[in-house]
């Protein structure tokens, strides 16, 4: 077995969290504080006391959802495993997720807190500690407290107490549950609460792309720097978006090479605007540097109108508008690589695949809070362009100008937005959330330090 140098592994900001002699240990902190690859490490650290013995030793590993345990947690303890160089002396399974010393049986166990009963009713045993990663994903500590008790009553005979380490990235929000529950546990005895940032690295992780990554968002926009990369809870404002970051241009720049056009559709026809996006994307290796370009917008809305389109009518201008953005000069032969929509609309989704064969995608939406964060990751790396069509001045950028928070809201920990002519808002948080990866847009299943 390699020796593993700590101090060379471990920023000295962890130190209090490495030696902690508390049952309980919050760790917060923004994008590449390496917080989570110090819990991974430390775990196997302590699994190492009792495995070099010959004894058996337990940790759980916890997500709120169970599917992104494979990409995430499962990954990131094998990590641990070789750089301590042991790697070879586990077996890991993935039906179901476990992580199994040869020799003394002792397991890494992982589970997703949505199927909470598979996860109440196995008797594990020899538990030494418990980690939940990206807590914030958690619906509230009640969701703790329901499994704390059961691996509490699991624990090895000879240890004081079962550890817990809690790890999660800081809500934007203030009033967001886990902030204020975090800021109220920093009064109790038992809990350690940690905070850390890129700035804390003296070892080198964070690399000099890296930190150029960070200093474009930075300048960009200062307040979304702050609440990505120093995890602070920078609160909301008024205005969802900063205007500044939607970059006028006259035409797509012809050394921009377009890689693929995507089509995102919010409809609402009988009762609101129906609206339909064309964006394209620039092609680059890395998804992270691609840019989005607005080429143009449909709009229609029944306001004000005795008769009101029908889906039937309303597919045959979304597919016109299609065909009349496939005929633009920068779009021609470019694939068409997505056409997102709201998940809530059946019937101009079934009347556009029975009239043309196209399927749109639903997308899988989420709180409102996650999705325009998405959105806002984008503007803030400058990557978001529109074309001055009478369109996407009328509707795209005045929607956007009047997107505002809802201020009864904005106290609580599942903030609202104003529901008034916000569909191209909409439309394009469609696109950014269902097109993510294709963005490199690294979401809260996916951000590990």
């Given at each position: 077995?390699?020796?593993?140098?700590?101090?060379?592994?471990?920023?000295?900001?962890?130190?209090?969290?490495?030696?902690?002699?508390?049952?309980?240990?919050?760790?917060?902190?923004?994008?590449?504080?390496?917080?989570?690859?110090?819990?991974?490490?430390?775990?196997?650290?302590?699994?190492?006391?009792?495995?070099?013995?010959?004894?058996?030793?337990?940790?759980?590993?916890?997500?709120?959802?169970?599917?992104?345990?494979?990409?995430?947690?499962?990954?990131?303890?094998?990590?641990?495993?070789?750089?301590?160089?042991?790697?070879?002396?586990?077996?890991?399974?993935?039906?179901?997720?476990?992580?199994?010393?040869?020799?003394?049986?002792?397991?890494?166990?992982?589970?997703?807190?949505?199927?909470?009963?598979?996860?109440?009713?196995?008797?594990?045993?020899?538990?030494?500690?418990?980690?939940?990663?990206?807590?914030?994903?958690?619906?509230?500590?009640?969701?703790?407290?329901?499994?704390?008790?059961?691996?509490?009553?699991?624990?090895?005979?000879?240890?004081?107490?079962?550890?817990?380490?809690?790890?999660?990235?800081?809500?934007?929000?203030?009033?967001?549950?886990?902030?204020?529950?975090?800021?109220?546990?920093?009064?109790?005895?038992?809990?350690?609460?940690?905070?850390?940032?890129?700035?804390?690295?003296?070892?080198?992780?964070?690399?000099?792309?890296?930190?150029?990554?960070?200093?474009?968002?930075?300048?960009?926009?200062?307040?979304?720097?702050?609440?990505?990369?120093?995890?602070?809870?920078?609160?909301?404002?008024?205005?969802?978006?900063?205007?500044?970051?939607?970059?006028?241009?006259?035409?797509?720049?012809?050394?921009?090479?377009?890689?693929?056009?995507?089509?995102?559709?919010?409809?609402?026809?009988?009762?609101?605007?129906?609206?339909?996006?064309?964006?394209?994307?620039?092609?680059?290796?890395?998804?992270?540097?691609?840019?989005?370009?607005?080429?143009?917008?449909?709009?229609?809305?029944?306001?004000?109108?005795?008769?009101?389109?029908?889906?039937?009518?309303?597919?045959?201008?979304?597919?016109?508008?299609?065909?009349?953005?496939?005929?633009?000069?920068?779009?021609?032969?470019?694939?068409?690589?997505?056409?997102?929509?709201?998940?809530?609309?059946?019937?101009?989704?079934?009347?556009?695949?029975?009239?043309?064969?196209?399927?749109?995608?639903?997308?899988?939406?989420?709180?409102?809070?996650?999705?325009?964060?998405?959105?806002?990751?984008?503007?803030?790396?400058?990557?978001?362009?529109?074309?001055?069509?009478?369109?996407?001045?009328?509707?795209?950028?005045?929607?956007?100008?009047?997107?505002?928070?809802?201020?009864?809201?904005?106290?609580?920990?599942?903030?609202?937005?104003?529901?008034?002519?916000?569909h191209t808002c909409d439309a394009l948080q469609y696109f950014?959330?269902?097109?993510?990866?294709?963005?490199?847009?690294?979401?809260?299943?996916?951000?590990?330090?």
């Amino acid at each position: 077995m390699k020796v593993m140098n700590i101090q060379k592994n471990v920023n000295p900001n962890f130190k209090s969290v490495w030696t902690s002699k508390k049952p309980y240990n919050i760790l917060k902190g923004g994008r590449n504080s390496f917080k989570s690859s110090v819990i991974a490490l430390l775990l196997v650290y302590k699994m190492l006391q009792f495995t070099s013995k010959g004894k058996k030793a337990n940790v759980v590993v916890i997500r709120k959802v169970g599917n992104t345990i494979r990409d995430s947690v499962y990954n990131k303890i094998q990590w641990s495993l070789s750089k301590f160089g042991i790697m070879h002396q586990f077996n890991p399974t993935v039906s179901p997720f476990k992580i199994v010393h040869k020799k003394t049986g002792s397991t890494f166990y992982f589970y997703g807190q949505d199927d909470f009963q598979k996860l109440k009713s196995n008797d594990i045993g020899n538990i030494i500690a418990v980690w939940y990663e990206e807590a914030a994903e958690f619906k509230d500590a009640e969701e703790f407290d329901q499994s704390n008790v059961t691996f509490m009553r699991q624990k090895r005979e000879d240890v004081p107490f079962v550890q817990f380490f809690w790890s999660y990235n800081p809500p934007r929000n203030p009033y967001n549950w886990i902030n204020e529950w975090a800021e109220q546990m920093k009064a109790q005895i038992d809990y350690l609460v940690h905070e850390s940032s890129y700035l804390d690295d003296v070892l080198g992780f964070v690399t000099d792309q890296m930190r150029n990554d960070i200093n474009r968002i930075k300048e960009n926009d200062y307040d979304y720097y702050r609440y990505l990369y120093l995890g602070e809870a920078v609160g909301l404002g008024t205005n969802v978006y900063n205007m500044d970051l939607f970059n006028l241009v006259e035409e797509i720049p012809d050394d921009e090479r377009i890689g693929f056009v995507y089509f995102a559709c919010d409809s609402g026809h009988q009762q609101s605007a129906t609206t339909v996006l064309c964006l394209a994307v620039t092609s680059d290796d890395k998804p992270e540097n691609r840019k989005v370009y607005l080429v143009d917008t449909y709009y229609y809305s029944p306001k004000g109108k005795v008769r009101k389109k029908a889906p039937s009518e309303l597919s045959h201008d979304v597919k016109s508008f299609e065909k009349t953005m496939m005929q633009h000069e920068r779009l021609n032969n470019i694939i068409i690589r997505n056409r997102t929509i709201d998940s809530a609309e059946g019937a101009l989704r079934n009347q556009l695949f029975r009239d043309y064969n196209d399927r749109w995608h639903p997308v899988k939406k989420l709180k409102k809070i996650a999705m325009t964060e998405f959105v806002q990751s984008v503007l803030a790396q400058g990557r978001f362009f529109y074309l001055p069509t009478k369109n996407n001045i009328r509707y795209f950028i005045e929607e956007h100008k009047r997107y505002m928070w809802d201020e009864d809201s904005v106290l609580n920990d599942d903030p609202k937005v104003v529901k008034e002519d916000d569909h191209t808002c909409d439309a394009l948080q469609y696109f950014v959330v269902d097109n993510r990866r294709d963005l490199g847009l690294k979401g809260r299943d996916s951000n590990w330090n």
